[in-house]
């Protein structure tokens, strides 16, 4: 029973991650100070899609919550080309293994219109919702269902230990 409970902790911690919202970018989605929840367990909650919401590391080690724009291949709106992609290239395509991203809260939002796709290898993952309302019987849920599982394997480790007890 306690390997089962190990394994539970590192599944969790291998798929799994909070992270809280620093800054206006993702308002009114997100709030500064929002905590949220992260997974990369992408065969549990499904492929990355548009408009989906994820956690991406950038190059000084630091991270940024924005919402999936484009794809690869994906064709990007006049209105959210990157600054620097000029009218005369024609249309923007998100290259191959890259990802454009946007903060909901466009005027202040610093995201691929300034600093271009970003590379899908630097996702940490993508952020999975949950109804506040809901949030407090899911963690009594779990929290029971480890107690049970405790309680279980005492139980049995008890009535190992008097069978052998018994068998001396």
């Known amino acids: 029973m306690l390997l089962g409970i190990l394994a539970l902790a590192i599944f969790w911690r291998q798929n799994f991650q909070t992270v809280i919202v620093s800054g206006p970018s993702m308002e009114t989605t997100y709030n500064n100070g929002d905590r949220l929840l992260a997974c990369r367990a992408y065969w549990l909650i499904g492929a990355i899609a548009k408009k989906d919401i994820v956690v991406v590391r950038t190059g000084d080690e630091s991270y940024i919550i924005k919402r999936v724009n484009g794809l690869p291949g994906d064709k990007i709106d006049l209105k959210v080309w990157p600054k620097s992609w000029p009218i005369t290239k024609g249309d923007y395509i998100v290259p191959e293994g890259k990802l454009y991203v946007l903060g909901d809260n466009l005027p202040v939002s610093e995201d691929s219109r300034v600093f271009g796709p970003v590379d899908q290898k630097d996702v ?45």
């Open 124 to 168: 940490l993952g993508k952020i999975v919702t949950l109804d506040p309302n809901v949030m407090p019987v899911v963690m009594i849920l779990v929290g029971g269902f480890c107690a049970i599982g405790i309680i279980f394997g005492f139980i049995v480790a008890m009535r190992d230990r008097r069978a052998a007890v018994v068998a001396e």
